[in-house]
């Protein structure tokens, strides 16, 4: 049990940190209380609910991952190095490929909603 709530302060200390530091981060947690509650109001099942809300949260997960790779990329040293780059846009294309699949799962259940 107490690996479980060390875990859980551990985690929590990485929201807060990110939330702290990382502008993007901010933002995508607002977009998140505006969609979260559109989905499951917009939703007329569960499973469109689901669909709605999964890659809000989604975007909130690929965020706190690109923060991670970031934050040691920028550890590892300030000289500029091609991996550290490759690293670091890498992160970023993660962050928007789950854009695209918000905006896709979004479109696609909402235009079936248009079409009944």
Not at 15 to 37: D, G, H, K, N, S
Not at 82 to 101: C, E, N, R, T, W
């Amino acid at each position: 049990m107490t690996r479980i709530v060390r875990a859980f302060g551990y985690s929590w200390q990485g929201l807060r940190f990110t939330w702290r530091e990382e502008a993007a981060f901010r933002q995508e947690v607002l977009l998140c209380a505006l969609l979260v509650p559109t989905a499951l109001w917009v939703g007329r099942s569960g499973v469109e609910r689901a669909l709605l809300v999964a890659p809000v949260l989604l975007v909130l997960v690929v965020e706190l991952l690109n923060s991670a790779i970031e934050a040691v990329v920028d550890r590892a040293g300030a000289e500029r190095h091609p991996l550290s780059g490759m690293a670091k846009d890498m992160g970023s294309a993660a962050v928007l490929l789950s854009f695209v699949i918000l905006g896709t799962v979004w479109w696609l259940v909402l235009s079936d909603h248009a079409r009944h």
